[in-house]
T-cell receptor, first 112, second 114 residues
Framework: AQSVSQHNHHVILSEAASLELGCNYSYGGTVNLFWYVQYPGQHLQLLLKYFSGDPLVKGIKGFEAEFIKSKFSFNLRKPSVQWSDTAEYFCAVSLGNNRLAFGKGNQVVVIP | EAGVTQSPTHLIKTRGQQATLRCSPISGHTSVYWYQQALGLGLQFLLWYDEGEERNRGNFPPRFSGRQFPNYSSELNVNALELEDSALYLC?????????????FGPGTRLTVL
């Protein structure tokens, strides 16, 4: 079945640690890729997106993601997290029919 | 610029009743999407409306329906409510087109079915 997979649903780390969240999808063909973030008490907002071009994309708040087509992956990274990065992170794939398929999310807790 | 707005914030219904959820998109956006965020299931695509027409539908029964008005606002109706319909319902909007840019999400309506 077509799907978006995010592993390690709960991640706890200390400030200044590096963060990497994996995202794998099983759709063939052209896809658009997104990472959304939901901070506590706030609504979903876009972190970054990949449509085409340079497979390394930079988003807001120091986040970046790398699209590896051969691995069907779009992993999110941040070299040094802050307490304010505590949030739930969702990977999403758009299949050209405007429906976003979401992963189940990663709950990230950053300890001061 | 105002974001996507949804009403009500919370909605409590009993099994068998009908629920109506409303969404106003960002000004200039013609596409409206509905997603269900149920506990343990993540975000599931429900419906996509563009220019007043239903363009795509997720894997949900027909008792989930909606419409889009001439001003591009939208309603989601859930008939014959079941306990498992309890979830956060998110609305998003974007510019139209099949490869539209990012979707902007509203704060959601928390539906509780008792």
């Amino acid at each position: 079945a077509q799907s978006v997979s995010q592993h390690n649903h709960h991640v706890i780390l200390s400030e200044a640690a590096s963060l990497e969240l994996g995202c794998n999808y099983s759709y063939g063909g052209t896809v658009n890729l997104f990472w959304y973030v939901q901070y506590p008490g706030q609504h979903l907002q876009l972190l970054l997106k990949y449509f085409s071009g340079d497979p390394l994309v930079k988003g807001i708040k120091g986040f970046e993601a790398e699209f590896i087509k051969s691995k069907f992956s779009f992993n999110l990274r941040k070299p040094s997290v802050q307490w304010s990065d505590t949030a739930e992170y969702f990977c999403a794939v758009s299949l050209g029919n405007n429906r976003l398929a979401f992963g189940k999310g990663n709950q990230v807790v950053v300890i001061p | 610029e105002a974001g996507v707005t949804q009403s009500p914030t919370h909605l409590i219904k009993t099994r068998g009743q009908q629920a109506t959820l409303r969404c106003s998109p960002i000004s200039g956006h013609t596409s409206v999407y509905w997603y269900q965020q149920a506990l343990g299931l993540g975000l599931q695509f429900l419906l996509w409306y563009d220019e007043g027409e239903e363009r795509n539908r997720g894997n949900f029964p027909p008792r989930f329906s909606g419409r889009q008005f001439p001003n591009y606002s939208s309603e989601l109706n859930v008939n014959a409510l079941e306990l498992e319909d309890s979830a956060l319902y998110l609305c998003a909007s974007s510019h139209g087109g099949f490869w539209s840019d990012e979707q902007f999400f509203g704060p959601g309506t928390r539906l509780t079915v008792l």
